[in-house]
Every structure is written in C-alpha cells, then in structure tokens.
Nanobody, 115 residues
Framework: QVQLVESGGGLVQPGGSLRLSCATSRDIFSLYTMGWFRQAAGKQREFVARITSGGSTNYADSVKGRFTISRDNAKNTVDLQMNSLKPEDTAVYYC?????????WGQGTQVTVSS
C-alpha cells in the first residue's frame, strides 16, 4: 500500500516561513511526479507546486517567488519551503504522487497563517 506522509505544518505569523515535507517509498519517489496541493475551508483543492522525477518544477502564480519545491533523493522526501507567508495561504496542504495512471494522496497537514 502506497503511503505519503506529510509533516511540518503549524501556526505562523504573516511574513513567516514553514517547511513541509512529504515522505514516501523509494519506488514512488523515483518514478512519480510529486506535488503539493492545498484546500482552504469552503474552497476547492488547488494546485500549489510540482516536481517531476527529473527535477522540473511548476508553481501556481499565487506562490511563485515565495514557495520552493525540492526533492531529497537520500531521504525519499519532497519538501515545500514556504516563505513570506500570507493569511490567504492558510489551508490544509496535501502531498500528491502521480504517474498519469495512478495517483496517491497524503492525509494532509494544516498550515495557519495568523497574527
């Protein structure tokens, strides 16, 4: 059974930083495109960032220049470094792995940006 385990969420003040991490198995990590999505209360889940197995990255316009997605090949993790956080970044953040045929989701981690 494929597992994606997120960590690193929490409460942060506006302008602060958080780093999310998503751990999975070596088989998934090495072959799948890994991504982060988020869902705010009362809203649909939306794309945040993704990184392919080859290291190519894409970002939502709303987070460009503030968020960075990266892969740690030694740990089989995908990290999302979030800087200059805004209250509108508040959401549950989900890790996703996909190869176009199969898609797996993590359980989500809460990020709250508030003073």
């Amino acid at each position: 059974q494929v597992q994606l385990v997120e960590s690193g969420g929490g409460l942060v003040q506006p302008g602060g930083s958080l780093r999310l991490s998503c751990a999975t198995s070596r088989d998934i990590f090495s072959l799948y495109t890994m991504g982060w999505f988020r869902q705010a209360a009362g809203k649909q889940r939306e794309f945040v960032a993704r990184i392919t197995s080859g290291g190519s990255t894409n970002y939502a316009d709303s987070v460009k220049g503030r968020f960075t997605i990266s892969r740690d090949n030694a740990k089989n993790t995908v990290d999302l470094q979030m800087n200059s956080l805004k209250p509108e970044d508040t959401a549950v953040y989900y890790c996703r792995a996909t190869n176009g045929l199969r898609t797996y989701w993590g359980q989500g981690t809460q990020v709250t940006v508030s003073s």
